[in-house]
């Protein structure tokens, strides 16, 4: 676990509103990466900075139990070409302190880090908080690195 400052970036990708409350994200986010694999939204997001896949939490409503929107996509260099159908969002740089999840993702790994992200101390600042899937990801194994937006 390590604190660092991250430039802007943007994303261009799918987005939908969700809430950790009675289990909503466990349906929600798995939904919305399937329709992200269908709809082969990695052909259509233009200016794709790498091939990394982010999965961004942002716009929450207050804490993580509070409603908030999932945004699955790619970092792009600008937003001025958003494909119809998809959603750009800048995000301004800011301290985030990185996670790494590993092991086999149906194991849930990424669960179990935020589980102990969620029973931390962190003085989390609600704006985003993102996981990327990079070359690390194949073959069920995963190496995921869980940034967390800190005050």
């Known amino acids: 676990m390590e604190t660092t400052q ?49 999965c961004i939490y942002t716009d929450y409503e207050g804490d993580y139990t509070k409603p908030y929107t999932t945004l699955l996509g790619f970092k792009v260099d600008n937003l001025n070409n958003i494909p119809a159908g998809l959603t750009g969002k800048a995000f301004d740089a800011g301290k985030y302190t990185n996670f790494n999840a590993k092991g086999k993702f149906e194991d849930g790994v990424v669960f179990a880090m935020w589980t102990r992200i969620w029973e931390s101390d962190l003085p989390r600042n609600y704006i985003a908080d993102f996981e990327v899937y990079g070359e690390n990801t194949a073959d069920g194994e995963v190496q995921v690195d869980i940034f967390i937006g800190v005050e």
């Open 6 to 54: 991250l430039e802007k970036f943007n994303i261009i990708g799918l987005a939908i509103r969700t809430t950790n409350q009675n289990g909503q994200s466990g349906i929600d986010i798995p939904k919305l990466w399937s329709r992200f694999m269908m709809e082969n939204v990695i052909s259509r997001v233009p200016g794709k900075v790498d091939s990394a896949i982010y």
